[in-house]
T-cell receptor
Framework: ETGVTQSPTHLIKTRGQQVTLRCSSQ?????VSWYQQALGQGPQFIFQ???????GRGNFPPRFSGLQFPNYSSELNVNALELDDSALYLC??????????????FGPGTRLTVL | RKEVEQDPGPFNVPEGATVAFNCTYS??????FFWYRQDCRKEPKLLMS???SGNEDGRFTAQLNRASQYISLLIRDSKLSDSATYLC????????????FGKGTRLSVIA
């Protein structure tokens, strides 16, 4: 096990609603990255948080937002849910050392279904 | 052109077979390379990092050709437990370090 936990494991929402997904990073890790994995696709990078600041963002609209807390846990918030937001949302934690090549360890994911 | 492209699959092979997965990447600035394994409805798990010198871990061998921007994974003596989706992943080190995933290639090892 990676020590990365996510909650909830499954979630069903309707279009237009808002959702908050949570991630606890592995002990000692300071960086959290969020990915969206649609069915049959590879994970797509949403954004990354390092020391409580957003530190890189993929091609996702502003209704996808996040937070990182002092204990390095993180939240992903999605507003105005759309049907295409249905996916597995993965959180990955890593330790940024400044030398690059951080290995990212994934949590079990939250499966979101938007009806 | 997608940043990371993999064999479309699926691959259906008998136990004991040798199977090879191929992957190409488009960004020559890519610095780190990985193969991840993902079981059905589970999270991706790091299988192995890939180095220019090539590396081997038991039945698994990974190769990187930077000039051709090509990565491969070879699985020898396939086991039923190798059945999974194999994801080719690159990391462009530019301050923020998102992983860029291929679509994955599904492997089914059949008894």
């Amino acid at each position: 096990e990676t020590g990365v936990t996510q909650s909830p494991t499954h979630l069903i929402k309707t279009r237009g609603q808002q959702v908050t997904l949570r991630c606890s990073s592995q002990s000692g890790h300071n960086t959290v990255s969020w990915y969206q994995q649609a069915l049959g696709q590879g994970p797509q990078f949403i954004f990354q948080y390092y020391r409580e600041e957003e530190n890189g963002r993929g091609n996702f609209p502003p209704r996808f937002s996040g937070l990182q807390f002092p204990n390095y846990s993180s939240e992903l918030n999605v507003n105005a849910l759309e049907l295409d937001d249905s996916a597995l949302y993965l959180c990955a934690s890593s330790l940024r050392t400044g030398t690059g090549g951080d290995t990212q360890y994934f949590g079990p994911g939250t499966r979101l279904t938007v009806l | 052109r997608k940043e990371v492209e993999q064999d479309p699959g699926p691959f259906n092979v008998p136990e004991g077979a040798t199977v090879a997965f191929n992957c190409t990447y488009s960004n020559s600035a890519s610095q780190s390379f990985f193969w991840y394994r993902q079981d059905c409805r589970k999270e991706p798990k790091l299988l192995m990092s890939v180095y220019s010198s090539g590396n081997e871990d038991g039945r698994f061998t990974a190769q990187l050709n930077r000039a051709s921007q090509y990565i491969s994974l070879l699985i020898r003596d396939s086991k039923l437990s190798d059945s999974a989706t194999y994801l080719c992943v690159v990391n462009i080190l530019s301050g923020n370090t998102p992983l860029v995933f291929g679509k994955g290639t599904r492997l089914s090892v059949i008894a």
